[in-house]
């Protein structure tokens, strides 16, 4: 599979099953072994504060997330299920409204059981982020899923 | 006078959370409510399609819960301080404790610690039993400087 052959697979993939994502509007913009790349449309109803029009917090978060979590999923050779265990998220500066947000992750340790990955939020240039991340991913085996975190 | 405050005040005055939800266009959106039918202040995330991260157990998008426990953390401040605005998230970690299925969620918050301009809260989110968490999460907000870093 080419480079563009892999990232059609996971959009499609993305936005097919998993309708949170769809709702938000996330577009996957690059995947490759151990990184993934997304970007996040700046809406009105995605507004956490009124007074500034600013992004709230949780569709930076659910972004950061599906971003960590593709991150590990092209780490796998086999499909194989894996949840969420935990994630941090720092909010390093308001996001400028009307301006998109992009999130890149790297999945940097696969284990048997657990799966690292850090990942950040920018608007155009990654020296100077929005948010940072820390999320770790319980892995399930074949056929069964982990018995912790959100699932996926 | 803001629309927020105006509504805040309102909300104070005639312990009415309800109309909150509408000042800010996330919440809204993501139908995340609090309420306080029994005496305590909780937040409620309606169960919709398209809070879905998973079609195949279902379960719910691990964001839509970081978002929620964090609007908990967010009504919560709003109704036990004296805040005039919303306040700003600086970090937050979530722990994704059980695979929350397509329900409505609950979630109540607790201030660890109010400092002068920090507050450091822990929220806990769960479904139909409360003695079994679906995630819990510790978040830091500052409640009045208008110019420190957050995400809002």
């Known amino acids: 599979m080419n480079k563009d052959e892999r990232r059609a697979l996971?959009?499609?993939?993305?936005?097919?099953?998993?309708?949170?994502?769809?709702?938000?509007?996330?577009?996957?913009?690059?995947?490759?072994?151990?990184?993934?790349?997304?970007?996040?449309?700046?809406?009105?109803?995605?507004?956490?504060?009124?007074?500034?029009?600013?992004?709230?917090?949780?569709?930076?978060?659910?972004?950061?997330?599906?971003?960590?979590?593709?991150?590990?999923?092209?780490?796998?050779?086999?499909?194989?299920?894996?949840?969420?265990?935990?994630?941090?998220?720092?909010?390093?500066?308001?996001?400028v409204p009307g301006e998109p947000v992009i999130a890149e992750a790297e999945c940097y340790r696969l284990t048997r059981s657990v799966a690292f990955t850090r990942a950040f939020a920018h608007q155009g240039d990654p020296k100077d982020p929005v948010a940072a991340a820390a999320g770790t991913f319980m892995m399930g085996t074949k056929g069964r899923p982990p018995s912790t975190g959100t699932g996926r | 006078m803001s629309a927020l405050i105006q509504r805040l005040r309102e909300a104070r005055k005639t312990g009415n959370v309800a109309p909150l939800t509408d000042t800010i266009p996330y919440a809204a959106w993501m139908r995340i409510a609090p309420e306080t039918g029994t005496g305590e202040l909780l937040t409620r995330m309606r169960f919709a399609p398209e809070l879905i991260g998973n079609t195949s157990l279902p379960a719910l998008h691990g964001g839509t819960l970081g978002a929620m426990l964090e609007m908990a953390a967010i009504f919560h401040l709003l109704w036990e301080t004296d805040t005039e605005t919303v306040p700003k998230i600086v970090n937050i970690t979530v722990d994704y404790l059980r695979s929350a299925r397509p329900l409505d969620t609950l979630a109540a918050a607790k201030v660890t610690k109010q400092g002068r301009r920090m507050v450091n809260v822990d929220i806990e989110a769960w479904q139909d039993d409360r003695s079994k968490p679906v995630a819990t999460a510790n978040a830091h907000f500052l409640l009045k400087s208008a110019d420190e870093p957050s995400a809002l």
């Open chain 1, 10 to 95: 996971f959009g499609r993939w993305f936005s097919d099953n998993i309708p949170h994502n769809k709702a938000l509007g996330i577009e996957v913009l690059d995947v490759s072994r151990g990184m993934a790349s997304m970007r996040l449309a700046w809406r009105p109803e995605l507004v956490g504060n009124p007074e500034t029009g600013v992004l709230a917090g949780g569709p930076v978060t659910a972004m950061l997330d599906a971003c960590c979590g593709m991150a590990v999923a092209s780490m796998l050779d086999a499909p194989r299920p894996f949840a969420t265990l935990d994630l941090r998220i720092d909010y390093v500066r308001p996001a």
